[in-house]
Antibody, heavy 120, light 107 residues
Framework: QVQLVQSGAEVTKPGASVKVSCATS????????MHWVRQAPGQGLEWMGI????????SYAQKLQGRVTMTRDTSTSTVYMELNSLRSEDTAVYYC?????????????WGQGTLVTVSS | DIQMTQSPSTLSAFVGDRVAITCRAS??????LAWYQQKPGKAPNLLIY???NLESGVPSRFSGSGSGTEFTLTISSLQPDDFATYYC?????????FGQGTKVEIK
């Protein structure tokens, strides 16, 4: 069965960076694009970007351009999301979400979420 | 970006009620629309894709309709497990966006 297992909660300071992992299993890693979506406390869902695990190409939300980097490790079927220059508004639960196929841009399986808290 | 607006923001209903949630897009998105259910502390769960296609494993009391700029998620007979927040999401563009959510509460 498809599983996306994310790394644990992080507490970090303004200006720092955070890197969240999403380990996948139960399907062919390179056959499905992966997205990152975040949700601030009590708020709605915000798309952050997409990575093609087959080749590593990426596309990011314009709002986050220059601060976010998505990478993958095909040897461990894991994708990563790094966000730098953190600010309090980046406090959120971060989800990896599998694309239904190759860049269809809707999401059929989700990780359990990783809470990132940015606080001085 | 395409703006997605859901109504109502909160909906109170009884078990067994038929309920409908509306989602409007700021421009035409054809039928490139998905619906998700989210329960507190959990990740969203895909219910409907391409406006009206039921995801495998999702109960048939859920249905979706619409095209262009106006869409509806209908629950034909509300069950206790359905009390949750529902989000629409457009994927017409390479910058997908979500509605603000509709919380379905027990009346």
């Amino acid at each position: 069965q498809v599983q996306l297992v994310q790394s644990g909660a992080e507490v970090t300071k303004p200006g720092a960076s955070v890197k969240v992992s999403c380990a996948t299993s139960g399907y062919t890693f390179t056959n499905f694009h992966m997205h990152w979506v975040r949700q601030a406390p009590g708020q709605g869902l915000e798309w952050m970007g997409i990575i093609n695990p087959d080749g590593g190409s990426t596309s990011y939300a314009q709002k986050l351009q220059g601060r976010v980097t998505m990478t993958r490790d095909t040897s461990t079927s894991t994708v990563y999301m790094e966000l730098n220059s953190l600010r309090s508004e980046d406090t959120a639960v971060y989800y990896c979400a599998r694309d239904r196929g190759t860049a269809l841009y809707y999401f059929d399986f989700w990780g359990q979420g990783t809470l990132v808290t940015v606080s001085s | 970006d395409i703006q997605m607006t859901q109504s109502p923001s909160t909906l109170s209903a009884f078990v067994g009620d038929r309920v409908a949630i509306t989602c409007r897009a700021s421009q035409s998105i054809s039928t490139w629309l998905a619906w998700y259910q989210q329960k507190p502390g959990k990740a969203p769960n895909l219910l409907i894709y391409k406006a009206s296609n039921l995801e495998s494993g999702v109960p048939s009391r859920f249905s979706g309709s619409g095209s262009g700029t106006e869409f509806t998620l209908t629950i034909s007979s509300l069950q206790p497990d359905d009390f949750a927040t529902y989000y629409c999401q457009q994927y017409n563009s390479y910058s997908p966006t979500f509605g603000q959510g509709t919380k379905v509460e027990i009346k």
